[in-house]
């Protein structure tokens, strides 16, 4: 199975700040990588797949990068709504794997 | 407007079966993948598998912790996907939720997502 770590695990930020969240895959997975956001007691959302692409409605404020095996997420100005935690997913190879996910809260 | 709406979650005793449903609307459900992903109490998300649309195939993949116990079925004449759990554990504590799979490039990636149900497995 393709192992996904992230990093930080946790982040404490102020309104405004950009934000950098980093996920690794344990083997190439191509660009076959999706980012995902879940507030508490809430379903997680779709924001990022093929590593880069938004999805429908997702403000461009959140952008996705990398390939092979180093992927990052990136809010460029960190707002009260985007306070939740950030999961990303390989959908390479099977059984597709989740990252175990970053906290981000408010400093 | 795309919805996914899990039910059938509940309390079970350990060793028992549960079939959740996810009723869709809002797009043709025999175009796209349909994924169960589980999250324990506190915990992170878990894919648990998914059935590929029936354009390729109609297939089912698995996790090996699943595989044996869970299956993944759909019915196109209602739009609904299903997860047949036997042989229930405490650790299958957790919310379940259904998410679709569009297919791009060789694979699927999830894009809409239910709000989940409950289940329990008690000892």
């Known amino acids: 199975d393709i192992q996904m770590t992230q990093s930080p695990s946790s982040l404490s930020a102020s309104v405004g700040d950009r934000v950098t969240i980093t996920c690794r895959a344990s083997q190439d997975i191509s660009n076959y990588l999706a980012w995902f956001q879940q507030k508490p007691g809430k379903a997680p959302k779709s924001l990022i797949y093929a590593a880069s692409s938004l999805q429908n409605g997702v403000p461009s404020k959140f952008s996705g990068s990398g390939s092979g095996t180093d992927f990052t997420l990136t809010i460029s100005s960190l707002q009260p709504e985007d306070f939740a935690i950030y999961f990303c997913?390989?959908?390479?190879?099977?059984?597709?794997?989740f990252g175990p996910g970053t906290k981000v809260d408010i400093k | 407007e795309v919805q996914l709406v899990e039910s059938g979650g509940g309390l079970v005793q350990a060793g028992r079966s549960l079939r959740l449903s996810c009723t869709t609307s809002g797009f043709a459900f025999g175009d796209y993948a349909m994924t169960w992903v589980r999250q324990a109490p506190g915990k992170g998300l878990e894919w648990i598998g998914f059935i590929r649309s029936k354009p390729y195939g109609g297939t089912p993949e698995y996790d090996p912790s699943v595989k044996g116990r869970f299956t993944i079925s759909g019915d196109d004449s209602k739009n609904v996907a299903y997860l047949q759990m036997n042989g229930l554990k405490t650790e299958d504590t957790a919310m379940y939720y259904c998410a679709r799979g569009s297919y791009a490039s060789g694979s699927y990636y999830l894009d809409y997502w239910g709000r989940g149900t409950l289940v329990t497995v008690s000892s």
């Open positions: 997913q390989q959908y390479n190879s099977y059984p597709f794997t």
